[in-house]
Structures are given as C-alpha cells and as structure tokens.
C-alpha cells in the first residue's frame, strides 16, 4: 500500500499586481496613468494557476483592489482553483506613507473589492512592500476593525525600504487579536538571511532558495514566500528607470518560473490559512464565543 506523502510545510503566496504598480515603478509610472499601461495581469496570473495546478499545490493570493475591481472574474478564477484569497491595498502604497484615515479607507475599499469580484472571504492581508512596520500599531488595529484575522507584512530582516529586523521569526500574537504570520528567513551565524523570494528568488542560484527553505524548516519554521506574477514574464514591456531599480526589477525574470516549479515539487505549497489552520481555527473560535 502506497504512502501517502505529509502535507506540505510551506506556504508560497503571490502578490498579485501588474509590472506598473510596483514601488520602483512610482516615481515614473503615476497612478493616473495606470488604465493606459499595457496590462500583462490576466496572462502572467493565468500562467501561475496553470503551475499550480501542475505541481497539484495551491497558494494564497494577496490581491490589490484596483486589480479585482478591474478584473473580477480573474479573481473568481482565481478562487475556483482552490487558492486563498488576501487582500494587497487598494493603491499599492506603502503604509508608513499614509495617515490612519488614509490607510482604513484604502484597506476597506480594497477588501471589499477582493472579496465582491469572488464571493468569498479574505481572511488575510499582506501590506505593499512589506511596508507595515512595528512602529505603527494603528495599522495592526485598523486591519482587525476591518474583520481581518491575520497580517503577513513584516520580513524580518535588515532592508533599507520595508525590512523589520527585530521583529520575530516565528507567528504571534498582536494587541489586536490578529496573528502576524512574517516572511520566511534562514537563521546562520547570528544572521537572519532572506529565503522568501521575490528578487531574492530571481537573484540567487536555486541550491541557495532550496537551502534556505531546508534551514528555515529544521529551525521550525513553517516558511511563508512570495512571488509577484509579472516575475514571470521577461517579455513585459520595458520602462525606463534607474539603473539600480532597473537591475532589481528586471534581472532574472527568464529563470523565475523553472526555480518555482522546483521549489514546488520539492517542499509543495498550502494557503496561508491552511497552513496555520491551527492558530486561526483557535482565533475564529475565540471570536465566536
């Protein structure tokens, strides 16, 4: 009789934006020009579920609300294949460039466009860039007010825009009630280095990304990473941006999709939720009493 394999460890959650709303785009590409960029989201998206589904895994799908408004049965689609649904802002701002008032209303407008475009709840959120520091506890407060049962915004490493070096590796608890569920990182030699993905993925060979999960996991970790679906496509149109922005955002696009899909097969992939299904399922509970 055959074993059956132990549910995966790890949980591999995608960012979902297109190319033009990231930060290093800011600067160049206004919000107000966004309907007319030529847009890569449904194609670059659809070519993830397709992976998914190859390598029999499902993720979490941190969505912006401008996208979901946009493209709804994208999120529908999205929701049907099995996978979480979060929410990624509204405006893909960072956090600690708004007010609170600026942040309540870009987090409820962007909840309620993610979950409207699936019918489904969106448990989680994730902040743009990492960008939800320790220091600003009324964003942790505003995130619970809106019926949000966990945040996965901090990567707890030393980062010259989003990094949260003192924060814990491990989940806990907030003031809020709320779990923080941070970015996985390989502790070594005192050190705590990025494992996650995204540009880290596209940058470092695979033996690194592998050997950091591997780490991550025997340190007790239950490793949550990322990737953003225009990390796919070296075809996406070009724009024109500082060298050091052009090199973190371009480099390693061709080589993403065969690092991901040995990643898959290698530690495979639960959403969020499910992942710690443990600690939320406790949460709700409380909640409900």
């Not at 009630?177 to 940058?203: D, K, N, S």
Request: with cysteine; hydrophobic share 45%; charged share 20%.
């Amino acid at each position: 009789m055959a074993q059956v394999p132990p549910p995966p460890l790890v949980s591999i959650s995608v960012d979902l934006e297109d190319y033009f709303q990231v930060e290093v785009m800011a600067g160049v590409v206004s919000r107000r020009d966004w309907e007319a960029m030529p847009a890569r989201v449904e194609a670059n998206t659809e070519r993830l579920l397709d992976i998914f589904a190859a390598t029999r895994t499902r993720a979490t799908f941190f969505v912006v609300g401008w996208i979901a408004q946009r493209y709804p049965r994208l999120i529908a689609q999205v929701a049907a294949a099995g996978h979480e649904l979060g929410c990624h802002s509204y405006w893909h701002r960072p956090v600690f460039h708004l007010t609170e008032a600026e942040f309540r209303d870009d987090t409820r407008r962007a909840k309620a466009a993610v979950e409207d475009a699936a019918g489904v709840e969106a448990p989680g959120y994730r902040a743009p860039n990492f960008s939800l520091r320790l220091d600003l506890p009324w964003a942790w407060q505003v995130l619970a007010e809106a019926g949000f049962r966990y945040d996965s915004s901090l990567h707890p490493i030393r980062h010259p825009f989003y990094g949260a070096a003192g924060a814990p590796r491990q989940p806990f608890r907030l003031d809020s009630g709320m779990w923080e569920i941070p970015m996985a990182t390989a502790a070594c030699f005192g050190q705590r280095l990025p494992v996650a993905g995204g540009g880290y993925w596209r940058l470092a060979p695979l033996a690194y990304s592998r050997w950091g999960l591997q780490r991550a996991l025997c340190q007790g970790l239950r490793p949550v990473c990322y990737l953003h679906p225009w990390e796919l496509d070296p075809a996406q149109p070009r724009v024109r941006l500082p060298p050091a922005s052009r090199f973190r955002h371009y480099v390693g696009l061709a080589s993403l999709e065969r690092k991901l899909r040995a990643l898959l097969r290698e530690f495979g992939s639960l959403p969020i939720r499910e992942l710690y299904a443990a600690e939320l399922g406790a949460l709700r509970m409380e909640v409900s009493a």
